[in-house]
């Protein structure tokens, strides 16, 4: 039904940038609010940053400062902007969307397959 897709995950080195952006396909009717979140082995997924369909935005305190999340709307397609990169920040970063469907009478939330990010000391 909906597809999101994942790019730009990598290895960087500590201080360094990487962008990670990521597209929904399918018979999408509106998508709410997006966001990304990350998980390491052993913890919880955890909200790195959200955006509402109209542009406001939250991010986790870790992060403040240092990520930027945005999105496009024509493109059905939401991006994490990474900047000054910590060695904790290394995880599995997951795109989440709430979609509403052509005929569906709820919105239901998608998540991408996850894309590694990983800062070397």
């Known amino acids: 039904q909906v597809q999101l897709v994942e790019f730009g995950g990598g290895l960087v080195q500590a201080g360094g940038s990487l962008k990670l952006s990521c597209a929904a396909s399918g018979r999408i009717f509106r998508i709410n609010d997006m966001g990304w979140f990350r998980q390491v082995p052993g913890k919880q997924r955890e909200l790195v940053a959200g955006?509402?369909?109209?542009?406001?935005?939250t991010y986790a305190d870790s992060v403040k400062g240092r990520f930027t999340i945005s999105r496009d709307n024509a493109k059905n397609t939401v991006y994490l902007q990474m900047n000054s990169l910590k060695p904790d920040d290394t995880a599995v970063y997951y795109c989440n969307a709430n979609v509403h469907l052509f005929a569906a009478i709820q919105p239901f939330d998608y998540w991408g397959q996850g894309t590694q990010v990983t800062v070397s000391s």
């Open positions: 955006i509402t369909r109209g542009g406001s935005t």
